[in-house]
Nanobody
Framework: QVQLVESGGGLVQAGGSLRLSCTTSVRTFSPYTMAWFRQAPGKYREFVAAINWSGAITDYADFVKGRFTISTDNAKTTAYLQMNSLKPDDTAEYYC?????????????????WGQGTQVTVSS
């Protein structure tokens, strides 16, 4: 069973930055795809970004393009989400997700492995 643990959330002012980490229990990221989703109170869980195991292919939701960067450290089998220029609308619980396969997906149902989430709060 793959285990994912997120960290790095917190309270930040609008315009600030945070870096989320997702530590995994896998020995290698091949052949996994890793992703970040988020869920604000009263809203559905939405796709944020994904990266394939080699890091060569990334995908971003339109609302984070140019502000967020997803990356992986294969030696540490850890995924990251660097979030810059944060806005109050980015306030949500952020979840790390993983799936077998090198093809990225924006669908929650495609991901078999999930972390517990980390809270990000952006104040105005």
């Amino acid at each position: 069973q793959v285990q994912l643990v997120e960290s790095g959330g917190g309270l930040v002012q609008a315009g600030g930055s945070l870096r989320l980490s997702c530590t995994t229990s896998v020995r290698t990221f091949s052949p996994y795809t890793m992703a970040w989703f988020r869920q604000a109170p009263g809203k559905y869980r939405e796709f944020v970004a994904a990266i394939n195991w080699s890091g060569a292919i990334t995908d971003y939701a339109d609302f984070v393009k140019g502000r967020f960067t997803i990356s992986t450290d294969n030696a540490k089998t850890t995924a990251y989400l660097q979030m810059n220029s944060l806005k109050p609308d980015d306030t949500a619980e952020y979840y790390c997700a993983g799936r077998r396969g090198s093809i990225s997906s924006r669908s929650r149902a495609s991901y078999a492995y999930w972390g517990q989430g980390t809270q990000v709060t952006v104040s105005s």
